[in-house]
């Protein structure tokens, strides 16, 4: 089994930088690619980016050229790198890791981020962006 935690949450100005942090542990030689998704208040859940151990990644269109994903291995952490924040990024931020491989092929087209949420094994306890204008 694996553990997610996030962390680096918090209020910020828009036009500011966060930088989130997700800490995997437990079997984590499984997870062989991890994204982040978020959920603004009345909305549905969203793929924001995703990483395979590879190291391909993979960024929503609201998103790209601001957010990096990027991973230590030695560590097992993923991290978020979000800049130029704009107050529509305010959401809950939750780390997923280990995407049923067969949907990733078949329904997904090989990109974690067209996946359901429900075709992810684990999943964080989120954690809070407030970006204000």
């Known amino acids: 089994r694996v553990q997610l935690v996030e962390s680096g949450g918090g209020p910020v100005q828009a036009g500011g930088s966060l930088r989130l942090s997700c800490a995997a542990s437990g079997n984590t030689i499984a997870s062989a690619c991890m994204a982040w998704f978020r959920q603004a208040p009345g909305k549905e859940r969203e793929g924001v980016a995703a990483i395979f151990t590879s190291g391909a990644t993979y960024y929503s269109d609201s998103v790209k050229g601001r957010f990096t994903i990027s991973q230590d291995n030695a560590s097992d952490t993923v991290f978020l790198q979000m800049d130029s924040l704009k107050p529509d990024d305010t959401a809950v931020y939750y780390c997923?890791?280990?995407?049923?491989?067969?949907?990733?092929?078949?329904?997904?087209?090989?990109?974690?981020?067209?996946?359901?949420?429900?075709?992810?094994?684990?999943w964080g306890q989120g954690t809070e962006v407030t970006v204000s204008s």
């Open positions: 997923a890791a280990d995407p049923n491989p067969r949907a990733l092929i078949t329904a997904a087209a090989g990109n974690p981020l067209n996946l359901a949420t429900s075709e992810y094994k684990y």
